[in-house]
C-alpha cells in the first residue's frame, strides 16, 4: 500500500501531536479542585460600611481644610446614616460653604442644606462603584496573599454584591489560611506623641482633651520574664508612611536572634520616611497593625528606605506577617459567614465512581460504533481516545484545575466526540447509496458533513461560554473541559477520522470494509 504524499504529511502531523500530548500528559501532573482533592471553602462578607465611614471622616477633613482656607470656621463634622452633618460657626456663610464644596467635590457628592447644617451624601453611580471598586480590589488583594501562600488552584469569585467565596484546594493547615485571609494588614508607621501603662493614666494627663491630630493606641502585651506587660500611646492620626509605601517585606532575625520582618520602600516614599526619622530622633515612632501598635521602638537615626518591625513573633507568624504585607492591605474588613472543610476521602470516591462511568461510556459507544460502522467505527474510537489525549495534554498545559464536574463535561465529550463521527458516517453512506465510488463519497461526506458539526459545536462552545464567564469554581471546570473537549473533537473528527479512512480506502483489501 503506498500513501499520497498529502496523506503522508498529515501523517506526520497527526505522529507528531500526539507524541508531544503524551510527553505532555506523562511529564506534567494534573491539578485537581476542592472536590476532587479536599481542601477548605470558606464564604466572606466585605464590610463596605466602615470603609464608607472612614470615606466620610476623610471627606469631612478635606472640607474642613477647604472651608478653613475661605475662613469660614467650622463647628462639628459628624457621620450620621451614611452622611456627613456640618455646623458652621457663622450662619450666614451656608450658602457659600455650600457652593464652595459643590465647587470642589460636586462631581462625587450631593450638598443640601438643612436648617443651619449642611448635609453631605455620595452620589449613587460615584456609591455603586465604589462598592464595585472596594469588593474587586479585595478579591485582587486576597488572590495575591493566596499565591504567596503557595496555595496551587484558588477559586476567588464574587458572591452577589458584596461577598467573596475563596476555595483553597489542598488545604493541610485551615486555621492558618484562615488568618492570613482574613486579617485587614493595615500597617501605619506613626509619631507618638505620649504612652503610659494604662489608657487610664494617658487620658489624665490631658484633662481638658486630647490634642487636635491625635488619638489614643492600645499596644500588644510584652513580655518581661514571666510579666506581661502592655502600653497605650498617643499618637498623631496622621500616618508617616503605610503599607502602600513598601516595596517588599522579607522574613529575617533580629539583634536578639528572634524573627522580625524587615521591610523595603518605595522610591517615592523612602524620602518622606527619612525627612520624618530624622526629625524624630531619641523619639518614638510606633508600628500599628491593624489599629494595634505591636512595636514603638526609638528612633536613633536617620532611616531612609528600609526598617525592621520587631515583636513577639514566633517563625510562622513573622512569615505570615511578611506575606499579608507585601501582598497589601485589604481595602476593606472581611468577615468569615461560612466555612467547610472537605476530606480528601471524599474526592477519591468521587474520582473513582466518575472513571467508572467513564470507562463504562467508552466501552458502551466502542460496541456501538463498531456494531454500526465496523471498520469506521473502530476507527471512530481510535479518534476518540486521541481527543482524550489532547484534551488531557491541554487541561495540564494551561494549568487548568480539574474538578468533579470537569471530569462529567470530559464524559460528555465522549458522546459528542463520537457524534461527529456518525454525522460524517452517515453522509458517506448517503453519497454511496447515490452510486458514487468510495472515494468520491468520503470527500462528499466529509464536506457536507462539516456544516452540520460546526453549527452543533459553535452552539455548545457558546453554552460553555457563558457558564465559564457567569459561573462559580465547578461549573467553570466544566465549561473549561466542555469547550477545550469541543475544539479537539472537530479536529479528531475532520483530521484523525479522516487522515485515518484516507489510509484505509487506499488498501483495496479494507476498502469494502470501511464503512
Not at 470642589?104 to 453611580?125: A, P
Not at 500611646?233 to 533580629?254: N, W, Y
Amino acid at each position: 500500500m503506498s500513501l499520497k504524499k498529502d496523506v503522508k504529511i498529515k501523517l506526520l502531523v497527526a505522529f507528531t501531536i500526539i507524541v508531544v500530548s503524551i510527553y505532555l500528559a506523562l511529564t506534567k501532573p494534573i491539578k485537581l479542585g476542592l472536590d476532587l482533592q479536599g481542601g477548605i471553602s470558606i464564604v466572606l462578607e466585605v464590610d463596605i460600611d466602615t470603609v464608607l465611614e472612614n470615606n466620610y471622616k476623610q471627606l469631612g477633613k478635606d472640607i474642613e481644610e477647604l472651608l478653613k482656607d475661605k475662613e469660614i470656621d467650622v463647628l462639628d463634622i459628624k457621620v450620621d446614616k451614611k452622611r456627613l452633618i456640618i455646623s458652621i460657626l457663622d450662619n450666614s456663610k451656608l450658602e457659600e460653604a455650600k457652593k464652595l464644596i459643590f465647587s470642589k467635590f460636586g462631581r462625587i457628592v450631593n450638598v443640601e442644606t438643612d436648617k443651619d447644617y449642611l448635609l453631605i451624601s455620595y452620589k449613587k453611580e460615584y456609591l455603586e462603584n465604589l462598592k464595585k471598586d472596594i469588593v474587586n480590589r479585595t478579591i485582587e488583594v486576597l488572590r495575591r496573599r493566596i499565591d504567596e501562600f503557595g496555595t496551587l488552584n484558588p477559586n476567588i469569585a464574587k458572591l452577589g454584591d458584596k461577598r467573596i467565596i475563596v476555595e483553597l484546594p489542598g488545604v493541610v493547615n485551615p486555621d492558618r489560611a484562615k488568618a492570613i485571609i482574613g486579617k485587614t494588614a493595615q500597617l501605619e508607621i506613626l509619631e507618638v506623641v505620649d504612652y503610659a501603662m494604662s489608657k487610664e493614666e494617658l487620658l489624665a494627663k490631658y484633662p481638658d482633651g486630647l490634642p487636635k491630630g491625635t488619638k489614643i493606641i492600645e499596644g500588644i502585651p510584652k513580655k518581661y520574664g514571666k510579666q506581661s506587660v502592655k502600653e497605650w500611646f498617643l499618637v498623631k492620626d496622621t500616618p508617616i508612611i503605610t503599607g502602600d509605601d513598601l516595596k517588599d517585606a522579607q522574613v529575617r532575625l533580629d539583634q536578639y536572634g528572634n524573627p522580625a520582618v524587615d521591610f523595603e520602600l518605595k522610591s517615592n516614599s523612602a524620602e518622606k520616611f527619612g525627612e520624618a526619622t530624622a526629625r524624630l530622633i531619641n523619639k518614638r515612632m510606633a508600628i500599628v497593625l491593624d489599629n494595634k501598635v505591636i512595636s514603638a521602638p526609638v528612633v536613633r537615626s536617620r532611616i531612609s528606605n528600609a526598617g525592621q518591625i520587631t515583636g513577639d513573633f514566633t517563625p510562622e507568624e513573622a512569615s505570615d506577617l511578611a506575606l499579608v504585607l507585601r501582598a497589601g492591605a485589604l481595602p476593606a474588613p472581611v468577615k468569615i459567614l461560612e466555612e467547610r472543610l472537605i476530606g480528601p476521602t471524599l474526592g477519591k470516591d468521587s474520582i473513582q465512581k466518575t472513571l467508572n462511568a467513564g470507562i463504562v461510556a467508552l466501552t458502551l459507544v466502542g460496541i456501538f460504533m463498531i456494531f454500526r460502522y465496523a471498520i469506521s467505527g473502530f476507527i471512530s474510537i481510535i479518534a476518540l481516545l486521541i481527543n482524550g489525549l489532547l484534551l488531557w495534554a491541554t487541561l495540564v498545559s494551561f494549568d487548568i484545575t480539574l474538578t468533579l464536574p470537569g471530569i462529567a463535561g470530559i464524559i460528555l465529550n465522549i458522546g459528542m466526540s463520537v457524534d461527529a463521527n456518525v454525522i460524517i458516517f452517515e453522509r458517506i453512506r448517503e453519497e454511496l447509496k447515490k452510486g458514487k465510488t468510495l472515494r468520491v463519497s468520503l470527500e462528499e461526506g466529509f464536506k457536507r458533513a462539516w456544516d452540520a458539526i460546526l453549527d452543533a459545536q459553535i452552539t455548545t462552545l457558546i453554552a460553555a461560554f457563558v457558564l465559564f464567564q457567569f459561573g462559580t469554581g465547578p461549573l467553570k471546570g466544566f465549561a473549561a473541559t466542555l469547550s477545550i473537549g469541543t475544539i479537539t473533537s472537530i479536529f479528531t473528527a475532520m483530521f484523525i477520522t479522516k487522515l485515518l479512512l484516507d489510509i484505509i480506502v487506499g488498501d483495496k483489501k479494507s476498502m469494502k470494509y470501511a464503512i
